[in-house]
Each structure stands twice: as C-alpha cells, then as structure tokens.
C-alpha cells in the first residue's frame, strides 16, 4: 500500500523559505511521477509542480513559477518542494501526489494527507 507523508510545513514570515518533504513507502517511486497540490480554506484544491520520474522534466503553476522549485531523490524515495518568497497567498495545507506513470499527465492515484504552510504578512 502506498504511504505518502509530507513534512517541513510551519509558520513563516513573508518573503520567507520552506522546504517541503514528502516520503513514499512504496516501491515504485523511482518510477513515478509525482506532484506536489494545495488547498486553502474554503478554495479548491491547487497543482503547484509535478515532476516525472528521473527529475528530468518539471511543471509549475503560474502562482509557483520562479518561486518554488520540485526536486525528488529516488534513492530516498523522496519528492521536495522548495518554496522561496513566500506570500501570504501561498497559506494552505500542501499535498504530495503519485502518479501511475513516469511521465507527467495531469492524473495522480495516491496522496499523502499534507502539511499545513502558514505565511504571515
């Protein structure tokens, strides 16, 4: 069974820095592709960047672009989000997702139950 767990979420200033983690108990990692989502209170949920399986290629949303960067390490089973001048607007519990294929499709099978991200102005 395929466990996503995300961690590095908290509280930081505007203009701040996270680093978000997202570990994957399963065994077919290496080859997924793998995003990353949110979710702010009262809104729907969000893409922010997916990667595919060899980190060779990556998406952004508009809102993420030049300002978030997703890398994974497949030796450790592992996708990052790092996010960089944050604004408020960024607040909202961030979700990993894996998908059922190496590249990149817009569709994701599994999701970790997410990390809460507050940027206060």
């Known amino acids: 069974q395929v466990q996503l767990v995300e961690s590095g979420g908290g509280l930081v200033q505007a203009g701040g820095s996270l680093r978000l983690s997202c570990a994957d108990s399963?065994?077919?990692?290496?080859?997924?592709?793998m995003g990353w989502f949110r979710q702010a209170p009262g809104k729907e949920r969000e893409f922010v960047a997916a990667?595919?399986?060899?980190?060779?290629?990556?998406y952004y949303a508009n809102s993420a672009k030049g300002r978030f960067t997703i890398s994974r390490d497949n030796a450790k089973n592992t996708v990052y989000l790092q996010m960089s001048s944050l604004k408020p607007e960024d607040t909202a519990v961030y979700s990993c997702?894996?998908?059922?294929?190496?590249?990149?499709?817009?569709?994701?099978?599994?999701w970790g139950q997410g990390t809460q991200v507050t940027v206060s102005s």
């Open positions: 997702a894996k998908a059922r294929t190496s590249y990149y499709t817009g569709s994701f099978a599994s």
């Open positions: 399963g065994r077919t990692f290496s080859s997924s592709a």
């Open positions: 990667i595919n399986s060899s980190g060779g290629r990556t």
